[in-house]
């Protein structure tokens, strides 16, 4: 019976939670406040640049008519940095230090936020993600105009590519995908970030148009290359698509006699062993197309299973790592 009586408290009181949003237009900061009872938690977004995912997050009280919080951190005991007092009103929350002290570290959140309705944030995140589309049609400008050989040898089939990979990304991210819903076009203008913010940038000069070295795909994705002694390509893929449920991994050699180039393009084929395979001595099931060309790695995966942790896409090449000894 006492079981049943804290289940159904526990429900009541999840039921109870209310989340209200702010925003700091000058700041263009957006807080969300969840209440339940006298707990709270805060988060807030730094919006400077279209669909960031910067946050801060916290956690703490109702008290004498207002808030008092700190950060939240991962573990009990942790150093949860200075305390904050939060002033609430019908229309806004002000935020400052509870008390002052010398050398306090400031996160950013003081300040003063006001409230939002469901239709203003909808309003303000579609705003955010055509900010977030115009800049990125600006880096594939940029690149394709004052970008070097390398680089304009991304831009066309990465815009071709980029469609199926926002569609997937979101279908990671945006469960369910509901576009009268603030959050979607949230999502939208974060995964748009993670592109402009992939073509905005220029492949290292030490490109050498080779096959061995590190390669991203801005995406969560990553190959590492290396050349043995004998030729072969020794390549490892992973990938962490939203969280770590969305992940996969994959390594593999690719024999020498399985490289392959024509002018300026390099292409490698190879059978590869399920990360999950039962035994080292399971069937070589997935079939992964190299492609090398300019600055860029271009990965395809067949396989008969769908999975939400794609390793296809394109990748940038950068420089190994440099050894310290």
């Not at 109870?16 to 805060?42: C, I, K, Q, S, W």
């Not at 509870?98 to 303000?124: A, C, H, N, V, W």
């Not at 949230?186 to 940038?201: C, G, H, I, P, R």
Request: aromatic content about 10%; overall charge neutral; charged content about 30%.
């Amino acid at each position: 019976m006492r079981l049943l009586i804290s289940l159904l408290l526990t429900a009541l009181s999840l039921h109870a939670a209310e989340v209200t949003h702010y925003y700091d237009e000058p700041g263009r900061r957006f807080l969300m406040l969840t209440t339940n009872g006298h707990r709270v938690e805060l988060r807030v977004r730094f919006a400077y640049d279209p669909g960031s995912m910067g946050v801060w997050d916290g956690n703490g009280e109702k008290r004498d008519g207002g808030l008092v919080f700190a950060a939240t951190v991962p573990e009990e005991g942790m150093d949860r940095g200075p305390y904050f007092a939060a002033k609430l009103s019908d229309t806004k929350v002000v935020i400052d230090f509870r008390t002052e002290k010398p050398d306090q570290p400031d996160p950013g959140i003081r300040g003063e936020f006001r409230k939002i309705s469901e239709e203003k944030r909808q309003q303000l995140a579609k705003k955010e993600f055509k900010a977030a589309e115009d800049r990125l049609d600006l880096a594939w400008k940029n690149a394709s105009r004052a970008g070097g050989q390398a680089d304009k040898a991304i831009v066309p089939e990465w815009k071709a590519w980029w469609p199926k990979l926002r569609e997937m990304w979101l279908k990671v991210a945006a469960q369910p995908s509901d576009q009268k819903n603030a959050d979607h076009w949230l999502k939208a203008a974060q995964v748009t970030m993670l592109a402009y913010s992939f073509n905005e940038q220029r492949v290292d000069p030490k490109h050498s148009g080779g096959w061995e070295g590190e390669y991203d795909d801005g995406f969560g994705g990553h190959v590492s290359i290396r050349v043995a002694k004998d030729g072969r390509l020794r390549v490892t893929l992973t990938c962490t698509r939203g969280n770590e449920a969305q992940g996969a991994d994959l390594s593999f050699d690719v024999p020498m006699d399985a490289l392959k180039e024509k002018g300026n393009e390099r292409t490698a084929t190879a059978f590869a062993r399920p990360a999950m395979a039962e035994t080292p001595e399971a069937a070589k099931s997935l079939r992964v197309m190299l492609r090398r060309q300019g600055g860029g790695l271009w990965v395809e995966v067949i396989s008969q299973a769908n999975s939400s942790a794609w390793l296809d896409g394109i990748y940038r090449w950068y420089p190994m790592p440099e050894v310290v000894e």
